[in-house]
């Protein structure tokens, strides 16, 4: 079964943090939002991110459920769903779905094309139930 994250990005003045927290609370729904993982917000730039995001995670299954209430609750925030495979690059270049302004990622913060990390811990930690 296939995976996916979806990164919420937000700028750190308070308007578009309070938007993001909004969106965090309604991402909390469960009978909204089938996910499996929600994590908490970063108000600092991680990984290749360019602005600080919180993420979620969510099986391929509800990608198309998904996406619709992401775009109409995502209040003006920018939003990059990727899949989740061994190729991180691909994932988040190629495969990569935008919601709102697309960002430049940085490539160098991403790891090596079969070295993805994410995906060999799917099913555990914060990845299941």
């Known amino acids: 079964m296939s995976w996916y994250h979806a990164h ?3 700028n750190t003045d308070d308007d578009s943090v309070r938007r993001a927290e909004d969106l965090w609370r309604k991402l909390g729904l ?3 939002y089938p996910l499996e993982y929600r994590g908490e917000i970063e108000r600092r730039i991680v ?3 360019p602005l600080p ?3 979620v995670h969510f099986r391929e299954k ?3 459920d998904i996406l619709p209430k992401l775009h109409g609750d995502r209040d ?3 939003i990059l769903v990727h899949p989740v495979t061994p190729n991180d690059h691909e994932d988040h270049f190629t495969s990569a779905i935008w ?3 697309p960002f430049r990622l940085d490539a160098t913060k991403l ?10 811990r799917l099913g555990k930690e914060q990845f299941s139930h």
């Open 8 to 10: 919420i990005y937000f």
């Open 62 to 64: 509800h990608l198309w």
């Open 111 to 120: 790891d090596p094309p079969g070295m993805n990390k994410a995906f060999f």
């Open 53 to 55: 995001q919180f993420e």
């Open 47 to 49: 990984g290749p991110h």
């Open 99 to 101: 919601l709102g302004e």
């Open 76 to 78: 003006g925030l920018s």
């Open 30 to 32: 469960a009978e909204r």
